[in-house]
């Protein structure tokens, strides 16, 4: 596939538009970590975060550390959807589970939900967090039909709003002939993921968390009931350990990695265009993403001026022009009117799937992990770090649904996703007759 050099705007970036507004932060280089510490959290993600600043609330010493800049993983990288629950149920997880557990990850869901927009409104954080409502687009009937399932479901498990649109009513979430329909979960949000995260780092020294970029933790070593972090810059010994580190988990923590696939996911933003078009295209400013199995998101950027889209480009993972030009014309076949239109960024960010597309809790070998958003996170993940911390100061209101017995794996993978573009030519291939079944 050719891609229309044009496309790309002067002044394009293969960084996340986030870091315009709220970039990634590096830390002094010259400062000394502690030696010792009541907890260190390894990942300065939303889920690092949320747990540091738990663990600060009640008193403890709490060191977090990241491997690059603080904020450098998918959390500053993502589309800013706040949602509870609609991945649990579209990712189908829901066949191998039992009704009773199928609920209960339902009710932590939207408590994940109501957590992160409690936090934001409670404490007025500046994320640019607004309840716009989701729409997601059906891309064939038996999609929409589909769809209308999840939504009764959502509805009944979650008590959310969600309203049924057919092909004739798609005009009033998206101006597009594209889809054929949808659902829309009028509870749900959006929100600036660079500014959340910086809310979030703020937060977390607030209650007196010690943040550390570019301080990569190459071991754990366990001494009886402490652990020795490993790190570059030197040692540090914790009686607590939180692996936060979902889609950028390295070899260092090779259980966990054996257990997560990361899989990567791009973005691009468009150069400014008029308010009006974008209230055209997007009416009432919601989140959109659609029913493929490569899904696309929509969005506008929170000052309402540029397109967000995201999307798989192509099988392969792509240098970020090369992304930028296929990821445009996917927009095109939306919204065709956009041809012309520049790309200011484009980029790419990292998710954890899970061999039971489940996200993870728990303790394994004295360490504490939340893990595998399966590209879910913004709400998941940052409820996830504050339940580890509470779970292990021992003040969890009851046990997290997705603390689970069995955190499965398979024989032959070993971390490193090979079949990745094999899954993403397959799902490409059944979203196709899908769309031709109607
Ligand atoms: C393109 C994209 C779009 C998305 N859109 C949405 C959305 O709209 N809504 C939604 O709910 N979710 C979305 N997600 C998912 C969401 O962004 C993630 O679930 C969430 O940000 C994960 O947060 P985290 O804290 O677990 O991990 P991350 O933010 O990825 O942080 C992990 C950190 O661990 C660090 N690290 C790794 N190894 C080490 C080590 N050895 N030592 C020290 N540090 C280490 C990394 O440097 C990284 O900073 C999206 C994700 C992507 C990539």
Request: net charge positive.
């Amino acid at each position: 596939m050719t891609v229309d050099a044009a496309i790309l705007h002067p002044d394009f970036k293969p960084d996340p538009y986030w870091w315009d507004a709220a970039p990634p932060e590096t830390t002094p280089a010259g400062e000394d970590l502690p030696k010792e510490a009541d907890v260190v959290v390894i990942g300065s993600g939303y889920c690092g975060l949320n747990a540091a600043a738990e663990f600060g609330r009640y008193g403890r010493r709490v060191v977090l550390l990241d491997a690059g800049p603080l904020g450098i993983g998918a959390s500053t990288r993502n589309t800013g959807g706040v949602t509870g629950g609609q991945k649990i149920l579209l990712a189908g997880p829901t066949r191998d589970i039992s009704a009773e557990r199928l609920a209960l990850m339902l009710r932590d869901s939207i408590a994940s939900f109501d957590y992160v927009t409690s936090l934001i409104e409670g404490e007025r954080l500046d994320a640019g967090f607004e309840r716009c409502g989701r729409f997601l687009a059906a891309y064939c009937d038996r999609h929409h039909e589909r769809l209308i399932r999840l939504g009764n479901l959502l509805r009944q498990h979650t008590g959310v709003t969600v309203r049924d649109l057919g092909r004739e009513q798609l005009g009033a979430v998206i101006a597009t002939d594209f889809y054929c329909g949808g659902i829309l979960v009028e509870d749900y949000g959006s929100l600036h993921p660079g500014l959340y995260h910086r809310a979030l780092r703020n937060r977390a020294r607030r209650h007196g968390a010690e943040l550390f970029s570019h301080a990569e933790v190459v071991e754990l070593v366990r001494e009886g009931p402490r652990h020795r972090i490993r790190t570059p810059r030197g040692d540090i010994r914790a009686r607590n350990v939180v692996l936060a580190t979902n889609g950028y988990t390295t070899g260092a923590f090779s259980w966990f990695r054996r257990k997560l696939i990361p899989v990567a996911s791009y973005h691009i933003a468009t150069e400014e265009l008029p308010r009006e078009t974008i209230q055209r295209l997007l009416p009432g400013g919601r989140m959109v993403s659609d029913s493929q199995r490569n899904l696309i998101a929509m969005r506008p950027s929170t000052d309402g001026r540029r397109i967000i889209f995201g999307a798989r480009p192509a099988a392969f993972d792509r240098d970020e022009g090369v992304a930028a030009g296929l990821i445009h014309q996917t927009m095109c076949a939306i919204w065709p009117e956009l041809r012309d239109v520049r790309v200011t960024h484009c980029w790419r960010g990292t998710v954890a799937m899970t061999f039971d597309r489940k996200p993870h809790i728990g303790e394994r070998d004295g360490v504490l992990y939340a893990l595998g958003c399966n590209a879910s996170g913004v709400a998941m993940m940052s409820y996830l770090g504050r339940e580890i911390a509470r779970r292990a100061m021992g003040i969890q209101e009851r046990p997290s649904a997705f603390e689970m017995s069995q955190f499965p794996e398979k024989a032959w993978y070993t971390g490193s996703p090979w079949f990745i573009p094999w899954v993403t030519a397959w799902y490409n291939i059944k979203d196709g007759f899908d769309r031709r079944l109607g």
